[in-house]
Structure formats: C-alpha cells, structure tokens
C-alpha cells in the first residue's frame, strides 16, 4: 500500500497519536508518514495544543476562546433532514479520537462555566454595593431633613454608635460605626421603642454600616441587641446600643 492509499487511514489516527493513545506498530507507521508530509504533522502539533490547553495548569490559546466565542454567536444553520441510509460500520481504531474531541469539548465547557460563575459573582458584589450605596445617600438625606426625627444610639462600655432619621411617614435609616463583627451564626437587631416595648425593625447583619427600615406608632426611641442569625420576634437580651428621642 503506497503513500496516497495509506493517507485517509493515518488521518483518522493523528487525534489519538498525539495523546498517546495507540499502539507500537501504528506509532511507527505514523511517524514514517510524518516525515513526508506535512499537512499531517501540522495537524498532529494542532492537537497537542489543544490537549495542553486544557490540561490542569494550562493557558487557553487565544485562538480556542475566539473559536468558542465565534460558534456561540453564529445563528444556527438550518436544519435539514437527510434520507434514511443504513450507517457504514466504523472502524473500531477510531473511538480514541472520538473520545479526545469528547474530551476536549468537556474541559471547555467546563472552563466557560467556571468564567460565568466568577463573572455572576462580580455583577452580584457589585450590585450589592450599588444597592448599599444608594441607602447611604438616602440615610444623609434624611439625617438632614429638618422635618426627620434623629437619635445617637450609644451605650457607656462601647465607642460603637449609630444614628438613626426617622421620617414623618415612617421610613427610618440607620447608620452605625464601630460595632464589633460577630460570628456567622449571630447578628444584630433593631427595635423600635414604642410604648415601652421592643418591636422589630429588622435585623441588621453580623457588622451593618447601614440600613433601612419601615415602623409606624408613637416611636419613643430606638435600640439594637444581639440575637441568633435569623432574628427574634420578642428579646430579652441587654441592648448593645440605644436611644432616646428628646421629648418636645
């Protein structure tokens, strides 16, 4: 069998023969043909940088994620439905590079999943920031309105403070410095004194610097304590910080 005649035959075995995945004889019989012809040995260095792409430790070619990106944004091609024809069996030497492509189609897959989950978790931490952002500026807006109830919570054993605006329709903004961060499974709440009760206004977080919240009634004042990381709906707990509004 000459050069020409051997060529489809070698073809199919570059995939596996760049990943070692053949025997002796059929390495020998490659190697021999790679000397004389170099469509093949360019085609076997191409799968080798792609294997190495993907291998633990590997930096993407350039060339892989343009690829990638261009088959993603091509609309798909129509779809078109062949006649029924009996399929022609295939060698069995050929499921080693079947196997490869699997492979290699798995690891990028697998890659891009990865990129966009880091890239969801940005978007999420900067949202976040953005949302905390806004509560900041509308927290200074209504420390100073003059038509805004204010209080300073302290407490004598601690330099944390915070302060508190409370608006005419209820609507109240905290902001808080120096508390101390606690344990994942406590956080802080606050309470709204009405009455000569604690009534829940939300809880704050294991270190809040701000914050918004909603009560209604005759609001007497306001305290923080700390609770378990869920809240609770009544606390007997001493307050971290509190605070009186002046009377009138």
Same mark, same amino acid.
């Given at each position: 069998?000459?050069?020409?005649?051997? &060529?489809?035959?070698?073809?199919?075995?570059?995939?596996?023969?760049?990943? +070692?995945?053949? +025997?002796?004889? @059929?390495?020998?019989?490659?190697?021999? &043909?790679?000397? &004389?012809?170099?469509?093949?040995?360019?085609?076997?260095?191409?799968?080798?940088?792609?294997?190495?792409?993907?291998?633990?430790?590997? /930096?993407?070619?350039?060339?892989?994620?343009?690829?990638?990106? @261009? /088959?993603?944004?091509?609309?798909?091609?129509?779809?078109?439905?062949?006649?029924?024809?009996?399929?022609?069996?295939?060698?069995?030497?050929?499921?080693?590079?079947?196997?490869?492509?699997?492979?290699?189609?798995? /690891?990028? /897959?697998?890659?891009?999943?990865?990129?966009?989950?880091?890239?969801?978790?940005?978007?999420?931490?900067?949202?976040?920031?953005?949302?905390?952002?806004?509560?900041?500026?509308?927290?200074?807006?209504?420390?100073?309105?003059?038509?805004? %109830?204010?209080?300073?919570?302290?407490?004598?054993?601690?330099?944390?403070?915070?302060?508190?605006?409370?608006?005419? +329709?209820?609507?109240?903004?905290?902001?808080?410095?120096?508390?101390?961060?606690?344990?994942?499974?406590?956080?802080?709440?606050?309470?709204?004194?009405?009455?000569?009760?604690?009534?829940?206004?939300?809880?704050?977080?294991?270190?809040? %610097?701000?914050?918004?919240?909603?009560?209604?009634?005759?609001?007497?004042?306001?305290?923080?304590?700390?609770?378990?990381?869920?809240?609770?709906?009544?606390? %007997?707990?001493?307050?971290?910080?509190?605070?009186?509004?002046?009377?009138?």
């Amino acid at each position: 069998m000459n050069y020409q005649q051997r &060529h489809p035959e070698i073809e199919e075995l570059l995939g596996a023969y760049a990943l +070692d995945a053949i +025997d002796a004889d @059929e390495r020998q019989l490659i190697e021999r &043909h790679l000397r &004389h012809c170099a469509a093949c040995e360019a085609e076997v260095r191409e799968h080798r940088e792609v294997a190495a792409a993907f291998a633990p430790g590997g /930096a993407t070619p350039d060339a892989v994620w343009d690829a990638i990106v @261009e /088959a993603l944004e091509e609309a798909p091609p129509p779809l078109e439905l062949a006649p029924v024809a009996p399929l022609a069996r295939r060698r069995p030497r050929s499921m080693p590079v079947l196997a490869v492509l699997t492979a290699v189609a798995a /690891a990028a /897959a697998a890659v891009l999943g990865v990129r966009l989950m880091d890239q969801e978790r940005r978007l999420d931490r900067m949202q976040t920031a953005m949302a905390e952002d806004n509560v900041q500026r509308a927290a200074v807006v209504a420390l100073a309105n003059p038509t805004a %109830k204010t209080v300073e919570l302290r407490a004598a054993d601690t330099p944390a403070a915070a302060r508190v605006a409370l608006l005419p +329709d209820g609507r109240g903004y905290l902001l808080a410095d120096g508390l101390a961060s606690l344990a994942t499974d406590r956080t802080y709440q606050l309470w709204a004194l009405i009455d000569g009760e604690r009534i829940s206004a939300g809880t704050l977080g294991q270190q809040p %610097k701000v914050a918004a919240f909603s009560v209604s009634g005759p609001v007497a004042g306001f305290a923080i304590t700390e609770e378990q990381a869920s809240g609770v709906v009544a606390s %007997k707990n001493l307050p971290v910080l509190v605070g009186w509004f002046r009377s009138a």
